[in-house]
């Protein structure tokens, strides 16, 4: 997400308000680190034949002819619309506010809906997303992140609530939707009245289980066993699991704790999670007295968890799986060790913050009980050395001196900083290439990077994976475990891209050899292989088209090929939106593609243009020949 609550504060700023960054910067230190990396920054070496040189390495032989992309790159634009190659086409799927279900009316522009209506209807800013074929059906699992006050309200003036009910329209905007699909004559669409559809709402029950559940901290006055807690929000990426489950992710649910009393001092540990007692602008204490962190302060330890989702079951109850952790959770990438242990690798998107992995004692069978493998394990944090190897630090009560396992889970980034885990530049998603044992991790940008400690006081040192003081532009880190084997404690890692500007800079600031005029793009944040080992890269980022940015244009997406280091921009999204979440279906033949937040700042019609109201939507899109896209 990088929708600003208040004009053009973003999320995370309004969170910094509380722990200020340095007034004094260095700005010769910063010139000169940059400079003095440009030597190794340039020197192209293969991830295979790895010869080290302060530990960051990129591909070599990008200018080697490749076979792997379908498609001629496009350029970069600033158009209200989703721009695809040539032998491509993007169609709307579904968009915020269409009803589930025939008895809800179809999406109000002049009143942007009411709770009820909402309730019932496809939620806001789509986010990650998987399609499962269930049967003879295919059913599509959406987290709806969050809403954008100005748009959400935007009936009312200044986009302010007015009411109780916009309170709640807002709350019924989050969660997760699941709504099957059909492909038509006129392509795909939403299936209404499905009894598969589903709303999950921050108003669901569901279900705390894993090491956590039961402990003192996560009981309330509503729920005294600590095992029962209602609803998910601000699921951002999310998992999938092979025994068809899937994972939303909850990203930054702090921002929806108030107190009445704006006096109100939080505990030190609900501090470290950046909960304080003024939330995002949503004001939902204002309708539920749970998000009163004054009067109710174990309900933030009951978010921030993976919630696990049966879509095959509308009445199934979702269940938050506290074995791994609490954090603000990106995405959960799943992967299936050799030896049939299930493996989790999870970023936490917050400067500084740190990037974990759950190993399962149990392991998968196909037909086996899954109840449990993502309740028992062990949780780790990553160590990146600048030598090109890391390790896995387990997080245990013997190596984090806390007291029980349950206590990790709940304030797993004290445990990371216990154990020194690397301060990484917000690890967002997570992806597994699937033609070899080996992990990337989108670092989507840092400004504090080399100039403030993350929220837990650890320093953030220039380095390893995090090359770039006040990193603006962000980087793709890749690892590989030793011996092929997901669970074991060592890794060696280069960079597959730093992102940058060649056009404006010719310091580190460039970017790696990988980016050109042509290709370039900042911010990487959504990831994903799709299963021929393309990579998939989706952009949060600064769309200003100006200055250090200039001929980025807006956000978009982009294909990598793992082996030689070529990445080209195959989509470019409307005014103001962030491209994120992806799927694909059953055949291969249709790419799903999340368009987040169009008109953040109050500058897009997209989808339906004329005065409309910008609408988050799902994109499918397709060759025009019929055949995979992926
Ligand atoms: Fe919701 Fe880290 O992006
Ligand atoms: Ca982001
Ligand atoms: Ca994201």
């Not at 009245?193 to 006055?221: F, M, Q, V, W, Y």
């Not at 704790?257 to 505990?267: C, G, L, P, Y």
């Amino acid at each position: 997400m990088s929708s600003p609550p208040n004009e053009s504060l973003s999320f995370d700023d309004f969170d910094e308000e509380i722990n200020p960054r340095p007034t004094e910067t260095d700005f010769d230190r910063i010139v000169e680190a940059a400079v003095n990396r440009r030597g190794f920054l340039g020197g192209a070496l293969a991830f295979g034949s790895f010869a080290m040189l302060g530990g960051t390495l990129v591909p070599s032989g990008v200018q080697a002819a490749s076979n792997r992309f379908a498609f001629a790159q496009i350029p970069a634009n600033t158009e209200d619309a989703v721009t695809v190659p040539e032998g491509y086409k993007a169609d709307i799927l579904v968009r915020w506010g269409d009803p589930l279900w025939s008895n809800a009316p179809e999406f109000d522009h002049a009143s942007r809906g009411t709770a009820d209506s909402q309730a019932l209807a496809f939620g806001d800013n789509i986010d990650g997303m998987e399609v499962y074929a269930i049967g003879d059906k295919m059913v599509l699992v959406a987290n709806n992140e969050y809403t954008n006050r100005k748009i959400i309200w935007g009936n009312r003036e200044e986009g302010k609530a007015a009411e109780a009910d916009d309170f709640n329209k807002g709350k019924m905007a989050h969660g997760v939707s699941v709504v099957e699909i059909a492909p038509t004559e006129n392509g795909w669409a939403i299936v209404k009245d499905s009894p598969l559809n589903r709303r999950i709402t921050p108003d669901t029950e569901i279900e705390l289980t894993g090491p956590a559940a039961g402990h003192a901290l996560l009981k309330t006055a509503a729920d005294p066993t600590g095992t029962k807690t209602l609803g998910t929000w601000n699921n951002c990426g999310n998992g999938s699991t092979p025994w068809g489950t899937y994972l939303a992710c909850e990203e930054n649910f702090n921002g929806y704790f108030s107190a009445a009393d704006e006096e109100h001092k939080v505990s030190p540990e609900l501090d470290r999670y950046s909960v304080s007692s003024k939330d995002w602008g949503y004001g939902w204490a204002n309708v539920d007295e749970r998000f009163d962190v004054s009067k109710h302060p174990n309900e933030p330890n009951r978010a921030g968890y993976v919630v696990e989702i049966d879509p095959t079951d509308p009445n199934s109850t979702p269940k938050k799986r506290t074995a791994l952790g609490r954090f603000k959770h990106e995405n959960a990438e799943v992967v299936i060790n050799n030896d049939g242990r299930v493996v989790v690798y999870m970023g936490d998107d917050e400067r500084g913050e740190f990037l974990y992995r759950f190993v399962s004692d149990g392991v998968f069978a196909t037909g086996g009980d899954t109840s449990s493998l993502l309740d028992e394990g062990t949780l780790s944090v990553a160590k990146f050395y600048d030598n090109g190897t890391g390790e896995w630090l387990e997080l245990t009560p013997e190596t984090t001196g806390m007291a029980s396992k349950a206590e990790i889970c709940i304030h797993s980034r004290q445990a990371g900083s216990a154990v020194g885990a690397t301060t990484m530049d917000r690890p967002e998603w997570v992806t597994s290439n699937p033609n070899i044992a080996e992990v990337y991790c989108a670092l989507t940008n840092n400004k504090n990077r080399g100039l403030k400690p993350n929220k837990g006081g650890d320093e953030t040192p220039v380095g390893g994976p995090n090359p770039r003081e006040a990193n603006n532009y962000g980087q793709i880190v890749r690892w590989r475990p030793a011996d092929g084997d997901h669970t074991a404690k060592d890794f060696t890692w280069d960079l597959f891209v730093l992102a940058g500007n060649p056009a404006v800079h010719q310091d580190a600031n460039k970017g790696s050899d990988n980016v050109n005029a042509d290709n370039m793009f900042n911010s990487p944040d959504g990831l994903k292989f799709d299963s021929n080992g393309l990579l998939w890269i989706q952009t949060d980022g600064n769309y200003s088209n100006a200055e250090g940015f200039a001929g980025h244009g807006n956000n978009q997406m982009l294909a990598g090929d793992p082996v030689t280091g070529e990445i080209r921009r195959f989509l470019v999204g409307p005014k103001e939106c962030e491209v994120t979440g992806m799927t694909w279906s059953p055949d291969r033949k249709t790419m799903f593609v999340g368009i987040q937040h169009p008109g953040e700042r109050g500058d897009s019609h997209w989808p339906e243009g004329g005065n409309a109201v910008p609408r988050s939507a799902v994109i499918a899109i397709t060759r025009t020949d019929g055949g995979v896209m992926g």
